[in-house]
């Protein structure tokens, strides 16, 4: 348990308290979270990848195109571009925390109870039970 200052309370496997829902991410609703993460990241890549198709147009007939559209498509091809990229950091840095039973608050804090390093080469936890565990 850890206790948030946020939300004055104290929540069961605590990962974090997330400012975008406004809640803290532990026990109860760390699925939730994950599946949020996950949802993002495949409409952040699909929006990302399907406006190649109206960037090559606004690129390959420039003169057909109007400023305002090319600008439009432009700025939200190069934000959703950054927005998948950090989505898709995110959440391969929580499937590596799911995969080794780690919260965030303990990979930041680095209190891991016992070194691993000859057979995986990095920390792990008490409650990891391994890959097919």
């Given at each position: 348990?850890?206790?948030?200052?946020?939300?004055?309370?104290?929540?069961?496997?605590?990962?974090?308290?997330?400012?975008?829902?406004?809640?803290?991410?532990?026990?109860?609703?760390?699925?939730y979270f994950f599946l949020l993460l996950h949802y993002s990241v495949l409409a952040t890549h699909l929006i990302t990848w399907s406006?190649?198709?109206?960037?090559?147009?606004?690129?390959?007939?420039?003169?057909?195109?109007?400023?305002?559209?090319?600008?439009?498509?432009?700025?939200?091809?190069?934000?959703?571009?950054?927005?998948?990229?950090?989505?898709?950091?995110?959440?391969?840095?929580?499937?590596?925390?799911?995969?080794?039973?780690?919260?965030?608050?303990?990979?930041?804090?680095?209190?891991?109870?016992?070194?691993?390093?000859?057979?995986?080469?990095?920390?792990?936890?008490?409650?990891?039970?391994?890959?097919?565990?």
């Amino acid at each position: 348990c850890h206790h948030c200052r946020v939300c004055k309370s104290c929540i069961l496997k605590m990962d974090h308290h997330c400012p975008w829902i406004y809640n803290c991410v532990g026990f109860a609703n760390y699925k939730y979270f994950f599946l949020l993460l996950h949802y993002s990241v495949l409409a952040t890549h699909l929006i990302t990848w399907s406006m190649l198709e109206s960037v090559k147009r606004c690129i390959d007939e420039p003169d057909a195109t109007p400023f305002t559209m090319m600008f439009l498509t432009f700025f939200t091809e190069t934000l959703c571009f950054f927005l998948m990229a950090l989505t898709t950091a995110f959440f391969w840095f929580h499937v590596m925390l799911t995969s080794r039973a780690m919260t965030t608050i303990e990979y930041c804090e680095k209190s891991m109870p016992k070194k691993d390093s000859e057979r995986t080469g990095y920390e792990t936890s008490v409650y990891d039970l391994g890959f097919a565990g």
